[in-house]
């Protein structure tokens, strides 16, 4: 067994593994090993935007977990897409740039996450941000590594989403990260010059040569090694070859909502009664890690069209797309440079909500097949997320083998409220759908279909459909009650050493897409680790 050391260790090259790497070792005097278990992010698959789905359904890319059988959903077994390269997730994910709503992290502040309110982690959602096109909002930043823009060339079938939007009363926003983000409007992505921002090409790429940062890809994290409750390392295998590393100061997992509690589970730090029963020593009782998993499910409303307006393969749009290929090889526009979810809308589905409570994703394409990495035909999708779901989870080992996957048991729709955004949803998606804006394509409701329209008839479609959209989080939340797992500096409690910054840190989840905000977490996550002052916090929400 091979021994090195380091002043610190960063589990996970995912999305705050990388930003923790940079910000860290951007002092010399610091000695920084990045681990990942993944390759290097060469797939082609993983820079082309609208070669996402084909990037998932790549083994050597897609850790493919999947779900226990979900009980409320007919037992279906979900699929739970995971990174697995540098980059992580944001190699993989559908690169949405989104906040969420400020009300959020003032819940998380509320929620014992001190210095984590909306006004404070504002500054570093700005300092990652290089926005291409908000280059004078006091929202946004310019000056970091991780491009934001807006598709280029979008798909004209967005401009007749937003007419029907307008016709309905909804608010037109050009900007749905300006502080408060209700109304309807173009994604902002992490997309540049045609080509994926991942969070790799972003932090890492223009610095792996540092000298003192040590990068390992294909190297699997077994366990952080604890004695006397404070981490001193990791094992890890690397090929055939086991490997201990030491870390001087801290091991940061940043590993994920699937992995990193999994990873603190096979060290003995959880439950001490689910321990017990897998055959692992209990070296701390923390009985959070891995409880209060959860997700936004959604229920898509489809369509189909013989008009061929929309992206998708058929004979009819053959010489268009042959042109977007043209377009993409020569000025990186066109289909290919777009993550085909261009347009969306955030949304107060009743009265009395301080926040809107359903995001809706609109796809300018016919729902893909199973197993099939582009769309077949023609049509188009409005995509109701249930943003503020009840409904807990929970994540637990099957076996002490470090290399077998967890048990991941979404558990959604265990609370039934959380099917009411969803059916008001598919209501609101069918009157856009009915607007006169779309009456020139002469569409057929394919899903859930004329035929369903009571609630009871919309619920049965939902069970037989709804899936997660892959923003897990909460698994080692932060708080200050007895289930949470790291205090508000992102410590594992009762454990030194040893912290976690990743999506599964979040009190609760945000109503948006999550990879922003793990930015941010990795932002403030380096600060704190390094003891540097927060930055001052902005107020100037409009709430």
């Not at 997309?191 to 540092?210: K, Q």
């Not at 897998?278 to 891995?290: M, S």
């Not at 409570?357 to 035909?377: S, W």
């Not at 910054?501 to 922003?516: E, K, R, Y």
Request: glycine fraction near 8%; proline fraction near 7%; include cysteine.
């Amino acid at each position: 067994m091979t021994d090195l050391s380091f002043d610190y260790i960063i589990v996970g090259a995912g999305t705050a593994g990388c930003v923790i790497a940079n910000r860290l070792s951007a002092d010399p005097k610091i000695s920084v090993c990045l681990i990942e278990a993944g390759p290097r992010d060469s797939h082609p698959f993983i820079h082309i935007p609208a070669a996402t789905g084909a990037a998932i359904a790549t083994a050597s890319l897609n850790w493919r977990f999947v779900t226990a059988p979900q009980r409320h959903l007919n037992n279906r077994v979900l699929p739970q897409p995971r990174g697995r390269c540098l980059g992580g997730s944001s190699s993989i994910n559908g690169m949405v740039y989104s906040r969420g709503h400020p009300r959020d992290f003032d819940d998380w502040a509320a929620l014992g996450g001190k210095g984590w309110s909306a006004a404070e982690v504002l500054p570093y959602f700005k300092r990652s941000e290089e926005n291409l096109n908000f280059r004078d909002s006091p929202w946004h930043g310019i000056a970091g590594e991780m491009a934001v823009s807006s598709i280029a060339k979008p798909n004209p079938l967005n401009a007749v989403f937003e007419q029907a939007m307008g016709g309905l009363g909804y608010t037109h926003k050009t900007d749905l990260n300006d502080g408060d983000p209700e109304g309807y409007g173009p994604r902002q992505l992490n997309i540049r010059n045609g080509r994926r921002e991942s969070m790799a090409t972003a932090f890492l790429r223009r610095i792996r040569n540092r000298p003192n940062l040590t990068l390992y890809t294909d190297t699997r994290v077994h366990r952080i090694r604890v004695t006397d409750h404070s981490a001193r390392g990791v094992i890890c295998r690397r090929h055939t070859e086991m490997l201990e590393f030491e870390a001087k100061r801290e091991v940061i997992l940043t590993a994920g909502a699937v992995q990193s509690p999994q990873l603190l589970l096979l060290s003995g730090i959880g439950n001490g009664a689910h321990l017990q029963t897998i055959g692992i020593e209990t070296r701390h009782h923390l009985p959070g890690v891995g409880a209060n998993l959860h997700d936004h499910p959604s229920a898509p409303v489809m369509m189909e069209t013989a008009i061929p307006d929309s992206y998708g393969l058929s004979w009819r749009a053959l010489p268009r797309n042959i042109l977007h290929c043209f377009d993409y090889l020569l000025f990186r526009h066109g289909a290919l440079a777009s993550n085909l979810f261009e347009s969306a809308a955030f949304l107060r589905t009743q009265e009395g909500l301080d926040r809107p409570d359903v995001q809706f994703v609109f796809q300018p394409a016919r729902k893909m097949l199973d197993g099939f990495p582009v769309p077949v035909g023609h049509g188009y999708v409005l995509n109701p997320i249930c943003l503020y779901p009840k409904s807990r989870g929970t994540l637990t080992l099957a076996s002490p083998d470090p290399e077998a996957a967890p048990v991941i048991d979404t558990n959604l729709f265990a609370d039934p409220v959380d099917f009411q955004p969803l059916l008001r949803g598919i209501r609101i998606a069918r009157m856009v759908f009915g607007a006169p804006a779309f009456r020139h394509y002469n569409a057929v409701e394919t899903g859930p279909g004329p035929a369903l329209q009571s609630d009871d008839e919309l619920v049965e479609y939902i069970r037989g459909i709804s899936y997660p959209i892959n923003h897990q989080v909460s698994t080692c939340r932060m708080g200050n009650d007895a289930m949470s797992v790291v205090d508000h500096e992102l410590k594992v409690k009762g454990i030194e050493k040893l912290r976690v910054a990743d999506a599964s840190i979040f009190p609760v989840i945000i109503g948006g897409n999550t990879n922003a905000t793990v930015v941010m977490v990795a932002e403030k996550a380096a600060d704190l680790i390094l003891e540097k002052p927060a930055p001052a916090a902005e107020s100037n929400f409009n709430q």
